[in-house]
């Protein structure tokens, strides 16, 4: 991904960057069309599987990656956001909502095309963040984490609960039946023949997901560097001075929350597509606090850095999987440990490495080195304590 | 009688029991630099945070360049025109010297999210003459050869002067320097004198506080002592220097 780093930092001289960049990224966009083919060819289905999930989390990843990375706002409850997006498809997918509207005339709405439920799950999950957002204004840190964490919660107790007196979203259960996104007619899980190549419904995802993937990080990268951006980091680094710059702190968090939950959106939405079902049990504290992994161990606040940590932690259950198997079978004769089990204690055992080794995350911003690994200002002795007023 | 830019009228601060401030009034001319002394405690940083909007004052009356600023937010003082540094500085420490300008400029911009998306035409715009002011600033100030350095790696004077560029980067009527020659020697000083001079030449108003007596004697045009909560005394710096009621503030009553 290396092709990122020219949006990510301030390009000193345009023109090289222009002239490299965009042979590169050709490359990099011509490699990642092949990656499916080669990754269902030599490792399976199950690997292609994988790889469309971890592209739905490099989506949550970098909307966190606004809320906590560029605003700094603590937010343990992100994975509403996902849920908001996930149930927006699929009750405009499924027959969930046919007894509701069974001869109003309405019936059309539950084959709203993605094209509309995708903007709208983005708008929604917006709503709902700045819902989650003004409460919190004047929280920061611990105090903001509890709140949010809360209300992640709520959410998904909402769901769970909104049965009644109209079945919604059928509780527990959760939604059937959903039917994936389909483009002008043709439905995505029904397989395309380019010639010789078949498009399998995974294939499919893969290129709907690569697509949506891209303009997250376009939309990322290019708010990262504007007026908004600025504004947001300026908060992180230090609200009052950013109040005394003329920021309207209130809006500007406001739209942080907005803008990343809107990425949560677009996202569940994709999801709830792409498995047919949604429940509430999708959407658990353990999801945020994975997502809230990626960031951090990426390095919070790097484009590359989130992708990366949001690649890592899909993959890794996968990877156990196909290591802890065979190795057991072949040295052990029996299977002892479900990979499942070794999963968590690998986690841990990594962020507890990267925050001892490398606090700032295996990719880090410039800014975020600087704040881990160099000292603080100097302030000379007798202006803080001795001139007080 | 020249023009009063700032003026506020029996402004009153309380935290629980203290009185902050103490039916405090006083007018800022347009043009001129203005002092504002004190011993420790005085209230002089309370008075800026009120008039920066960081505080809202619990009585009184302030009205800036024709606009009444009572109890506004921060960002409505900063867009009304008044731009502040502080104390003990208030970096974006881990920002370049550069962007540091650059979100100043923020309430003289306005592309918003939309806008930074698109990479609209205005927005590439108004995206480069942003850059363009901050650098302009850095070079101000005299620190342009840091304008890529990380702040907090800035040395001391530097990130007073890097203050003063990001405040100034809000094209303010009004420039609030709260303490700026705080721990600096005398050569670097007498720069920031220099500097501070420059900034009103061009039209700018100045309010300071500082503890250098020498220095705002020479600087100021006008000065006003504050001492528990109120002013006690106003005038220009040969009547504050020979003020018996400022003289007994600083150096308490003599036995008799």
Same mark, same amino acid.
């Given at each position: ?177 959903? /039917?994936?996104?389909?483009?002008? =007619? ?5 397989? &395309?023949? @380019? *010639?010789? !190549?078949?498009? $399998? ?33 300026a908060?992180?680094e230090d609200e009052i001075a950013a109040?005394a710059m ?46 809230? /992994?990626?960031?951090?161990?990426? =390095? ?5 850095? &989130?992708? @990366? *940590?949001? !690649?890592?932690? $899909? ?60 000292a603080d200002p100097v302030v000379t002795p007798g202006t803080r304590a001795g001139q007080h007023d | ?44 940083t309370?008075?800026f945070?009120?008039?920066t ?30 731009a502040r540094t502080f104390q003990n500085i208030r970096l974006f420490h881990n920002m370049?010297a550069?962007?540091n300008v650059?979100v100043g ?36 100030v005299?620190i342009?050869?840091r304008?890529?350095d990380i702040a907090k790696h800035l040395s001391y004077g530097d990130q007073r002067r890097l203050e003063i560029a990001r405040a100034l ?6 420039l609030a320097l709260d303490e700026p020659a705080a721990g600096m020697?005398?050569?670097e000083?007498?720069?920031l ?16 506080i500082e ?46």
């Open positions: 991904m290396a092709f990122l780093a020219g949006d990510v930092y301030p390009c000193r001289s345009p023109m090289n960057v222009a002239t490299v960049r965009r042979p590169l990224f050709l490359l990099v966009l011509v490699a990642l069309s092949i990656l499916p083919f080669v990754i269902q060819q030599t490792l399976g289905n199950a690997w292609l599987r994988t790889l469309d999930t971890a592209m739905l989390y490099i989506m949550l990843a970098l909307g966190l990656n606004i809320v906590i990375g560029y605003a700094g706002l603590l937010d343990l409850g992100y994975i509403a956001f996902y849920a908001v997006g996930a149930y927006t498809y699929a009750l405009l997918n499924s027959p969930q909502l046919l007894p509701l509207l069974s001869g109003t005339g309405y019936e059309g709405l539950l084959h709203t095309p993605i094209w509309i439920v995708l903007p709208l799950a983005a708008f929604l999950a917006g709503l709902f963040g700045m819902l989650l957002g003004a409460p919190t204004l004047k929280l920061r840190g611990d105090y903001l984490a509890i709140v949010t964490l809360g209300f992640g919660e709520i959410i998904r107790l909402l769901l769970r609960n909104l049965t009644r007196p109209v079945n919604i979203t059928n509780g527990p259960i959760g939604i059937n039946q959903i /039917a994936p996104a389909s483009f002008a =007619g043709h439905r995505i899980t029904s397989p &395309v023949h @380019l *010639g010789s !190549i078949e498009l $399998s419904s995974l294939h499919q995802y893969y290129f709907l997901f690569l697509v949506l993937v891209l303009c997250v990080i376009l939309v990322s990268a290019r708010l990262q560097d504007s007026r908004i951006g600025r504004a947001w980091i908060i992180r109040q003329g920021i309207n702190t209130r809006n500007v968090k406001l739209m942080a929350f907005a803008m990343g939950a809107s990425f949560g959106g677009v996202s569940g939405a994709l999801f709830a597509s792409y498995q047919g079902f949604v429940s509430p049990e999708s959407f658990i504290l353990m999801e945020s606090v994975m997502v809230l /992994a990626m960031v951090v161990l990426g =390095g919070m606040g790097n484009i590359p850095g &989130v992708i @990366l *940590g949001a !690649i890592l932690i $899909s993959l890794t259950p996968e990877v156990l999987r196909d290591i802890v198997n065979p190795l057991q079978d072949r040295f052990l004769g029996e299977r002892i440990v479900a990979p499942d089990d070794l999963r968590m204690l690998v986690f841990a055992m990594a962020l507890i490495l990267v925050m001892l080794l490398r606090p700032e995350g295996l990719w880090p911003s410039r800014r975020r080195k600087a704040e881990f690994h160099e | 009688m020249t023009e009063a830019l700032l003026e506020i009228r029996g402004i009153n601060k309380r935290f629980g029991g203290l009185h902050a401030l103490n039916d405090v009034s006083l007018s800022i001319r347009r043009g001129e630099i203005y002092g504002l002394i004190g011993p420790n405690g005085a209230g002089k309370t008075l945070n009120v008039l909007g960081l505080y809202q004052p619990d009585e009184g009356s302030f009205t800036f360049n024709g606009i009444d600023l009572f109890r506004k937010k921060p960002h409505v003082v900063v867009a009304s025109g008044i370049t550069l962007e650059m400029r923020h309430a003289r911009a306005k592309a918003g999210i939309l806008g930074a998306v698109l990479r609209s035409r205005r927005t590439q715009h108004e995206e480069a003459a942003i850059k363009q002011r901050a650098a302009q600033l850095l070079d101000y005299g342009s050869h304008a890529d980067a809000t094209d303010p009527i009004l020697n005398s050569t000083t007498e720069s004198k220099r500097l501070m001079q420059t900034i009103r030449d061009s039209g700018i108003t100045i309010l300071l503890h250098d007596v020498k220095l705002m004697m020479g600087l100021c045009d006008r000065i006003a002592v504050l001492d528990y909560g109120r002013k006690i005394a106003e005038g220009v710096p040969e009547t504050i220097r020979t003020d018996p009621k400022v003289i007994e503030a600083y150096l308490g009553v003599a036995e008799s």
